[in-house]
């Protein structure tokens, strides 16, 4: 295939496939203690009171239109149009009031993203009863299993919902499980069937429990990753949800009247279930469910759905570009595919390697002769998820962007950098029933405390927006009294050492320097040897040794390193289900290893660099 003739055919396709942004600025007001406050100069507008009042709009304005679709076995693709889901989610809304349910207590869902999740999901929300998607691995693993049963002792659930008995089966007899009524896609001997609701007509009550829901009214409980102890529940209100779906739109104008969104994150997370499909339910866009994952063994599984659906927009981690990116350069008819319909691609979660996000860029002015602008953003679980974001085409470089619509950001200061808290319309009320949690979350004016730490792009100019520096629980201080920011130098020693790792920890507290711990990427130790392990640890080392010379300081230099064989535990809480790296956890989980980087004498698996 001649690739210059095809980009030409793609361009002249796509001339009118470039967001229009609002104006890059934003209104600053200074304090005499040093602390910033930031708020968007735009306006919210035409915030509805539910978010399920979304389907029903688009149920008569696009009642054909694909809303959501999913894999079959046979990899073809299950789809509901908006029609047929507002029907559906009527008839589920009834079949759960005729079973009793009331909205003193969640309804707990152990599935996976799929129709009927998304279906029984916005059931509950439409009727007023909080729905709590917990992660699948709690039940699937058996090291999570403690997770779940705290997640059950908070909530006390009176129905769960999962997708198929089978998929539970392991922990249908775990304390406050048991007690709960089941209810499962196409029921069984100890379930309801959901599909026996589809067909029932919406009565009185459906509308008066409807007509009961307030902005303060409980939509969904998500549960944080627990890096600091027990899973949280973050209570997700009407109002904070229906708020977090607008306060960016007026910013980022998609040209694409009807958005395709392909999606790998699970729905028990504030990005996948809030920030990607309620965002496609407020545009009217259809939703396939990604069955792929960025990772080695599912990432292929991703790459064909993307030749089959071609997505407008993508707003994903930096581990799926990474990914990605690799695929992309290997492939030229995955790149028309990609890139033939895409408008705007975005990243949240942690900092894209600037290396990533060039090659990307590069790619896309390849296959079409010019970029596809990229976007980030940077959100909580406890503000649904939006605080920051980059409304106009991001050069990368860690930036993050500025507050979006309707949501003031305190910035304190913190040595050279802002500890960033927030306020708005988007922001949880507290934890669910844990009232000292909350108290503990808040300053006294009001604001949420993100333990985010960020700095100024430009401090002459802060309509250049923000950057991320890091984690106030994350970042720690040498003997020396120095302050080592972590966030800033895993991303500079990912960069060193790219091809080489997939994520790594460092460690220092209360010591002289910086050691880490690194993850071997899989191409990098093919077979696992003590031949090749050793090779590894070799080039590795010359990268540290390249990235030291230009980092000196005892805060930002890589004294030693170990490599570790062992993957992070989700059950352990050293992963989460996005592929985040806790930091913390993994320290207080493999405390021996950390020790031994210290040892006197060493070990032979560390390797100490030259000074």
Known sequence: MDTLTESKKIRAGRASLTPDYAPQEVMVRYSHDGTIHLYSCQSISDVKGNIVDYLEHWAKARPDQIFLASRTPDRSWETITYAAAWARVQGIAQGLVNAGITGDRALVILSPASIEHGLVTLAGMLIGVPVAPVSPAYSALAEARPRLEKIMELLEPQWIFAQTEASCRNVETLGLVAQAKWLTAAGGPNSLALSDWYDLAAGAEVQRRRDAVTPDTIAKILFTSGSTGDPKGVINTQGMLCSSVRNSVDLVRNPVEVPIVLD????????????????????????????????????????????????????????????????????????????????????????????????????????????????????????????????????????????????????????????????????????????????????????????????????????????????????????????????????????????????????????????????????????????????????????????????????????????????????????????????????????????????????????????
């Open 264 to 611: 790998w994150m699970p729905w028990h997370h504030t990005m996948g279930g809030n920030a990607v499909l309620h965002g496609t339910l407020e545009a009217g866009g259809t939703f396939y469910i990604d069955d792929g994952r960025p990772t080695p063994e599912l990432i292929a599984r991703t790459l064909e759905n993307i030749r089959d659906v071609r997505p407008t927009s993508l707003l994903s981690v930096p581990a799926a570009y990474n990914f990605l990116a690799k695929a992309l350069e290997e492939d030229d008819a995955l790149n028309e595919a990609f890139f033939s319909r895409m408008t705007r691609l975005t990243y949240a979660g942690a900092s894209l390697p600037q290396d990533v996000f060039e090659r990307i860029t590069d790619l896309s002015i390849k296959t079409l002769g010019e970029p596809v602008h990229f976007g980030s953003a940077l959100g909580t679980t406890e503000t649904g998820p939006g605080i920051l974001t980059t409304h106009w085409a991001s050069q990368g470089q860690g930036a993050i962007g500025l507050p979006v619509v309707d949501c003031e950001v305190k910035l304190v200061p913190f040595g050279d950098r802002f500890e960033l808290r927030v306020r708005g319309s988007n922001v949880t009320p507290g934890y669910y029933g844990r009232a000292d949690l909350t108290a503990e979350a808040f300053d006294a004016q009001g604001f949420y405390l993100t333990g985010d730490l960020v700095q100024f792009m430009d401090p002459i100019n802060p309509a250049d927006g923000l950057k991320y520096a890091g984690r106030l629980s994350e970042n720690f201080k040498l003997t020396n009294g120095s302050w080592v920011a972590t966030g800033e130098l895993r991303l500079a020693v990912q960069q060193a050492c790219k091809g080489l790792i997939t994520d790594l920890v460092l460690a220092g507290i209360d010591h002289d320097d910086v050691r880490i711990m690194v993850w071997p990427a899989p191409q990098a130790l093919p077979d696992g040897s003590p031949q090749s392990l050793d090779a590894l640890r070799q080039k590795i080392a010359e990268r540290l040794i390249i990235h030291n010379a230009s980092n000196n300081a005892a805060t930002h230099r890589i004294a030693a390193f170990s490599i570790l064989t062992e993957p992070p535990s989700l059950g352990e809480g050293e992963i989460n289900d996005k592929g985040y790296i806790n930091q913390r956890g993994v320290l207080a989980r493999r405390a021996d290893q950390v020790a031994k980087l210290y040892d006197v004498p060493l070990s032979d698996d560390v390797t100490v660099l030259p000074r």
